[in-house]
């Protein structure tokens, strides 16, 4: 009788929930040995954090606020993902989306219920457009997609800057880099947060559901896993990989137009605060769960929060982004070792 370590294509659930649970308490451990080495109380931060973030209606809004883009971004990647691509865009994306709905909140007037959706509306086709170039190339000519939409990131924020910056700037705001005040606001949800977090968990669910239970979706699962088989049987898959990245654009898009009517209520360079690539670590924490993605962008907007308040006690940015390393890190090699398993062998004698 022997034991021996053996690779599985893909390990349990309950195994890789807790090896993902193991890897984030492993990261804040380490985290706060890095703390309590440079001459801090980690305990006492730590409840600090919790407290300021779970016992007032600020702390909650705040987490609230930080979650909406997270959570869509982080839809826009794992979208993607499960056709077998990724989407290094995202930020590039939502400043697009960002940028077509303050056009439309500062130039075109009407009532809030009809320039909202108006705005909603140009939230996605900014998105859209802006991932429509990788779109076209990956699925007509196969250039990698990773290049192409991490590239257009720069593009879309100098482009914003630009606008931010100069034609639409705010005159009589000196030298403030943004736009004036957008006057059609996101309606506030249960007086914390606004609306625009309701919409983002719905579209979750919304993915979430056609992705699991249509034919779109278990197309787009064989198009992804399996792309010759895919087209042996009829599968279109280019026009899958067409219709997943517009969708994924779309998505990135939206985040974009609901931190602009939502939070801060105008343009303005960096108002992104690369929520566009921590999507890329809440898609890898939520692994190919849709759902997943609400778990992992609470995680993730929970640690950001946390980064704002400890930098009060004196802890750096560095700090925080550190953190968040920690737990990807971690995290990437619980899920190597949740493929492992050990078995018992029998050995038998000649």
């Not at 993605?293 to 907007?301: F, K, P, Q, T």
């Amino acid at each position: 009788m022997a034991w021996r370590l053996q690779r599985f294509p893909s390990p349990k659930p309950s195994v890789a929930l807790a090896v993902r649970v193991a890897a984030i308490v492993l990261a804040l451990i380490v985290g706060g040995l890095v703390v309590a080495v440079s001459g801090l109380n980690p305990l006492a931060l730590g409840g600090q954090v919790i407290k300021s973030t779970f016992g007032s209606s600020f702390g909650l809004e705040d987490l609230g606020l930080l979650a909406t883009p997270l959570i869509l971004t982080g839809l826009a990647v794992m979208i993607m993902r499960r056709i077998g691509l990724w989407n290094i865009g995202a930020e590039g994306q939502f400043y697009a989306g960002a940028l077509a709905a303050a056009a439309i909140g500062l130039f075109v007037d009407g009532p809030a219920w009809l320039m909202l959706p108006a705005m909603f509306l140009a939230g996605v086709a900014g998105g859209m457009a802006w991932i429509a170039i990788p779109t076209l190339a990956r699925a007509f000519i196969g250039v990698n997609e990773l290049i192409t939409t991490l590239l257009l990131n720069f593009v879309a924020t100098l482009l914003v800057y630009y606008f931010a910056t100069g034609p639409w700037r705010d005159k009589g705001a000196g030298t403030l880099g943004s736009t004036p005040r957008i006057r059609y606001e996101m309606p506030e949800l249960w007086g914390m947060v606004h609306w625009g977090f309701a919409i983002a968990v719905a579209l979750t669910v919304l993915v979430a559901a056609v992705l699991s239970f249509t034919r779109w979706g278990y197309e787009v699962r064989i198009s992804g896993a399996n792309p010759e088989n895919a087209i042996y049987v009829g599968i279109p898959v280019r026009r899958r990989i067409i219709a997943v990245m517009l969708l994924s654009g779309a998505v990135a898009g939206i985040a974009g137009m609901l931190e602009v009517a939502g939070t801060v209520h105008r343009l303005q360079g960096g108002i992104s605060n690369n929520f566009g690539y921590l999507g890329i670590i809440v898609a890898v924490l939520a692994r190919t769960s849709c759902l997943g993605v609400l778990a992992a962008a609470a995680l993730m907007a929970f640690i950001l929060n946390a980064g704002i308040i400890l930098q009060t006690q004196g802890l750096t940015t560095s700090a925080i982004v550190a953190l968040t390393g920690l737990v990807l890190m971690f995290t990437a090699i619980g899920d190597e070792f949740a493929h492992y398993r050990l078995v018992r062998t029998d050995r038998t004698t000649a």
